[in-house]
């Protein structure tokens, strides 16, 4: 059975796959390090409605996966969770500071894919099935006439 979310106006059922490094692929994430990057993780998670499926800290990436709400982007959340941690953890830390001069603990980029329960062809199908023509048109996105 389907375990959708809801909100107040909607029902989702929204997951995302992010992967994120740190600068230069540094291996800086053990120890406390790691302990505090996993729980400050947790923390903006729960502030946020970001349920947390999964998650593994490595010396030099972190993976998450995660179920968010629709009032979010993924690139939002990405915002979130590596803007908040970069800021906490290199206020404490004075070895980070040092290793990463200038305010910045991860690097630019990020790895975001999503999941779900059905693939592209099932959508693609189903759309197509809907009422009206059954003619796919130049760009795949058909208008009805009714």
Same mark, same amino acid.
């Given at each position: 059975? $389907? /375990?959708y979310?809801?909100t107040?106006?909607?029902?989702? *059922?929204l997951k995302?796959h992010?992967? =994120?490094i740190p ?5 800086v994430?053990?120890?406390e390090t790691?302990?505090? @990057?996993r729980?400050l993780i947790?923390q903006?998670?729960?502030? +946020?409605? #970001? $349920? #947390?499926?999964?998650? &593994?800290?490595?010396s030099n990436h972190?993976?998450?996966f995660i179920s968010? %709400? %629709?009032y979010?982007s993924?690139? &939002?959340?990405? $915002?979130?969770l590596k803007?908040? @941690?970069?800021h906490?953890?290199?206020?404490e830390n004075k070895i980070?500071r040092?290793?990463? =001069?200038?305010?910045h603990? =991860? ?6 894919v999503?999941?779900g329960n #059905? @693939? *592209?062809e099932?959508i693609?199908?189903y759309? +197509? ?5 059954n003619?796919?048109a130049?760009?795949n996105?058909q208008? @009805? /006439?009714?």
């Open positions: 059975m $389907q /375990n979310r809801t107040s106006h909607s029902k989702y *059922d995302v992010l992967v =994120w600068k230069y692929r540094k291996k994430l053990y120890g790691a302990v505090r @990057t729980d947790r903006i998670c729960q502030a +946020n409605d #970001i $349920q #947390i499926i999964e998650g &593994k800290v490595a972190i993976h998450i968010y %709400p %629709p979010f993924v690139s &939002k959340i990405v $915002q979130l803007g908040k @941690t970069s906490k953890l290199l206020s980070l040092k290793a990463f =001069w200038g305010n603990l =991860w690097a630019r980029g990020y790895f975001a999503s999941s #059905i @693939t *592209d099932m693609m199908e759309i +197509n099935q809907q009422e009206g023509e003619i796919r130049e760009n996105f208008i @009805t /006439n009714q």
